[in-house]
């Protein structure tokens, strides 16, 4: 199955995280990954998820986007991913 | 001033003129402000019945409806409501008491984790987390709940902060919502896909309510000529006596409908999502179709089928740029020869009363502008099948959720929103059941709704897949143990009536619409009637079956 990084910048109120879970979980996701970190002098978080599944990752991504608290959502594919993990 | 007054002038200052509400502890300073805060209160008889008369007021009105309840069992009984409004995309916004701050997490009396129930039974949901914030958190739980695509917000208002001394000069000013309009080239794109066309047909759903765009899709249908079907949630926005109307589409949908959208080569799809009630077998639907997609919610586009050209802005500028005459004369009267060919048929045999003639008679009975709630199950397919409707804020029916006791609340919540308006209730005997202490509310704000109750002692839809499906093992779909129900409406004070025979059907529908008060007209029907054509699970839409096999 493939793998997708999805990078989200949302607001920091406490019950972000669970809402972004919970949109994967439901709308048929697995998680693989998680990483979360409040951004330097703001109000907003950093989450970057790697989630595995038979469904396009656009299904997921509109979805993400819909939520109130999620300001940008950002998709990286396999060969990105892997460009990424070469330059770091 | 404490922050429930303070709540209550944000409410004004949002044109709230109505809510729908039961108290409680954790809720009782938003009360005690409600007491002399001139805004007016119906007390439902169960927290449910408030989110659902919430969503009966917004959807007969396009108006922000606005519920309230008091924490733990309160707010969880307000949760099918939320869910039903998401589904249908209804702006609600549902106010909560929590328990005091310090108490929260403590599983203190009435306590109950709100705001994380609230995550997949609304669009968005706050909890709010100081007496400062709360104006902003209702201007944006306002905004968010009538914007974009619609649905239900919950703001959850702890007790301390309800009582919490509050500012009126940190009212929050309204700004009005801006949507951006389409690129041009996909209007270009769409309107060469209109061009090429041979056999297109318009496929309407509940956004167009939504966009308010209804004058706009009638300008469009009539200019393009092209046959239109509407789904469930559609109903209304298409003039019903338009000739290139087709009716719903779906599993209870017309044959011609079903059969032309699975002939079309192009569909125009305005606010509407591909349920699978509407679809059949989403493989085998509308093979040859390409599509054009508006919806204001980006996420339905390619959500299960693939747009050749989306266009999520503002329906109401989009479709007046799509207008187009269209040289489609033949398909025009090969779709008219199919709705011809394939009309209701009201010829039933014997004294038994025919459901979907009465309600075809009740529409024809129904002054102009009526409303016409319903619950869920076979009457409510009837009465979209049946009756005829010019708005859809005039059809007011479950159709996301398909959620049972929906009925009488919704109708009070019309009622209450459209007094000079005639409100019906279409309701079966397993339906009514669900909601029936709201029977409680009708008395108290002396709501005249006019409640048909068709009672076939039976869970009629369940008893037909049980029959078609489930080799007729009727496992607790019989209700032949059902109360009394004229009595039991004679008991608030509502008067009643019982029929059997067709013949009484035109006489006793007259006495209805002309009794002063709220009246229930209790319907007795054959148990065996089932609701056709249906496309049976799995099947594509054009293999309906239109009879028992």
């Not at chain 2, 005690?32 to 989110?51: N, T």
């Not at chain 2, 409303?371 to 009457?379: A, K, M, S, T």
């Amino acid at each position: 199955m493939k793998q997708h990084q999805l990078n989200l910048i949302t607001g920091s109120r406490p019950e972000v995280l669970e809402r972004v879970l919970r949109v994967v979980r439901h709308r048929g996701f697995a998680l693989c990954q998680l990483n979360m970190e409040t951004v330097p002098d703001s109000s907003s978080l950093r989450i970057a998820v790697t989630v595995e599944s038979e469904r396009p990752i656009q299904l997921l991504q509109s979805q993400l986007n819909k939520l109130i608290d999620v300001f940008h959502v950002e998709a990286l594919d396999q060969s990105e991913q892997s460009a990424l993990k070469i330059s770091a | 001033m404490n922050g429930a007054q303070y709540l209550v002038k944000a409410l004004h200052q949002q044109g709230v003129t109505q809510v729908f509400g039961y108290p409680g502890g954790a809720i009782m300073p938003v009360y005690d402000a409600l007491y002399d805060g001139g805004i007016p209160h119906l007390l439902c008889r169960h927290e449910q019945g408030a989110a659902m008369a919430a969503i009966g007021y917004a959807r007969s009105t396009g108006k922000v409806g606005v519920c309230i309840a008091t924490s733990g069992p309160g707010a969880t009984n307000l949760i099918t409501g939320l869910a039903d409004a998401l589904l249908d995309s209804v702006p609600v916004v549902a106010l909560t008491g929590q328990v005091a701050s310090p108490l929260i997490g403590t599983d203190a009396f009435q306590e109950v984790d709100v705001l994380g129930l609230s995550l997949a039974c609304t669009k968005h949901s706050f909890m709010v987390q100081s007496v400062d914030e709360l104006g902003q958190v209702v201007a944006d739980a306002f905004r968010i709940a009538r914007s974009g695509r619609p649905g239900p917000v919950l703001v959850d208002i702890p007790k301390d902060i309800q009582l919490a001394k509050a500012e009126l000069d940190t009212l929050i000013e309204l700004v009005a919502e801006q949507y951006e309009n389409d690129e041009q080239e996909a209007i270009v794109a769409a309107r060469k896909l209109l061009s090429e066309a041979k056999k297109p047909v318009l496929y309407v759903g509940g956004g167009v309510i939504a966009a308010d765009a209804v004058a706009e899709l009638r300008d469009f249908a009539a200019i393009t000529t092209m046959p239109s079907v509407t789904t469930l949630k559609g109903i209304g926005s298409l003039d019903p006596n338009c000739p290139q109307f087709l009716g719903m589409l779906g599993m209870h949908g017309t044959k011609a409908a079903n059969l032309v959208v699975q002939e079309a080569d192009l569909l125009v799809v305005a606010g509407a999502r591909f349920d699978d009630r509407v679809t059949g077998k989403l493989a085998a639907f509308a093979p040859h179709a390409k599509i054009i997609h508006l919806d204001v919610d980006a996420a339905e586009i390619g959500k299960l089928r693939s747009a050749h050209v989306a266009l999520h802005g503002d329906m109401r500028s989009v479709l007046p740029q799509l207008a187009m005459t269209l040289n489609i004369a033949s398909w025009r009267e090969h779709c008219a020869a199919m709705k011809n060919d394939y009309p209701w048929r009201y010829d039933h045999p014997g004294e038994p009363i025919y459901a979907p003639l009465l309600l075809k008679q009740l529409s024809d009975a129904l002054p102009e502008n009526s409303v016409v709630c319903c619950d869920v199950g076979q009457h409510q397919m009837w009465v979209a099948q049946h009756m005829q409707f010019n708005s859809p804020r005039n059809h007011i029916s479950s159709s996301g959720l398909g959620t049972m006791g929906f009925g009488l609340p919704a109708a009070v919540g019309a009622k209450m929103a459209r007094p000079n308006d005639e409100v019906v209730l279409v309701s079966g005997d397993g339906s009514f059941m669900m909601n029936v202490q709201e029977l409680g509310t009708l008395r108290r704000a002396k709501l005249p709704v006019k409640m048909v109750l068709l009672d076939n002692q039976r869970l009629g839809m369940v008893r037909q897949w049980q029959e078609l499906f489930f080799d007729a093992r009727f496992s607790e779909t019989i209700l032949s143990d059902n109360p009394d129900f004229v009595r039991l409406a004679s008991a608030f004070d509502i008067a009643g009536e019982t029929i059997t025979r067709k013949e009484e059907v035109p006489a006793a529908i007259a006495r209805m619409l002309q009794s002063d008060g709220a009246y229930l007209l209790h319907v007795s029907i054959s148990a065996e009637e089932n609701v056709w054509p249906l496309v049976p699970p799995g099947a594509a839409n054009q293999d309906m079956m239109e009879s028992k096999p």
